[in-house]
């Protein structure tokens, strides 16, 4: 790769075994703030791989463009910046796996959003955060995972408003807006947008 790593791939085979069945579902919404939060209460936090490393970013790079072309420097200082890209890249689908992985353990069937990705990250104010988080990779890990172990993954239509639906009386709130991150329902229930917007999605 480019970090300057060589890696010998073996096949095997092996034989995957179904988890028991249990009786239990959970929706899950994601988000910036929490990258996951479940209707049974429980939430994943978001570790931002790469705005934790983004100073460091930033000067590996300068540092690069600094070097002359053709350089041994250059050659030195390019393979520092693809260690750093390495290092966020594993630190992130490390997140990814362990936290997809206990999911799938957990629950027999699964509610996911069917969110647009691509659509969300023409904001400029969020795209970095949102390819941070990388929902596309951790939706995929989850289906595969629950197609090995025999659970069931749904996926609710893109634009169902599961973050403006009370999830006691149904009531659509309009006026909720993205800085809300608490509500209170005309039914009188206060809500924790995620929270809420999980047990909608269940």
Known sequence: NKAGQYFACI???REIKLKPKIDKM?????????FAVCSDGKSYSNI?????????????????SRTLKGSIGREKARRRLAKLHLKIANIR????????????????????????????????NL???????????????????????????????????S?????ICGCVN???TLEDRKWTCSCGVHHD????AARVIL
Not at 163 to 167: F, L, M, R, V, Y
Request: include cysteine.
């Open 48 to 64: 931002k791989p790469f705005q934790s490393l983004e100073l460091r970013m930033r000067f590996r790079n300068k540092e690069l």
């Open 174 to 176: 309009e006026n909720l």
């Open 93 to 124: 689908n490390d997140h990814l796996q362990k936290v997809s992985s206990k999911i799938v353990d957990e629950n027999q069937v699964i509610v996911l959003e069917s969110l647009n990705v691509k659509g969300m990250m023409a904001n400029r």
């Open 127 to 161: 795209s970095k955060s949102i390819w941070d988080c990388s929902w596309s990779e951790f939706v995929r890990q989850i289906e595969y995972k629950s197609e090995w172990y025999g659970r069931t993954v749904v996926r609710i239509d893109r634009f169902f408003p």
């Open 163 to 167: 973050s403006k639906t009370c999830n």
């Open 11 to 13: 096949g095997v085979q």
């Open 193 to 196: 947008r995620d929270l809420n």
């Open 26 to 34: 959970v929706g899950i919404d994601l988000g910036i703030n929490t």
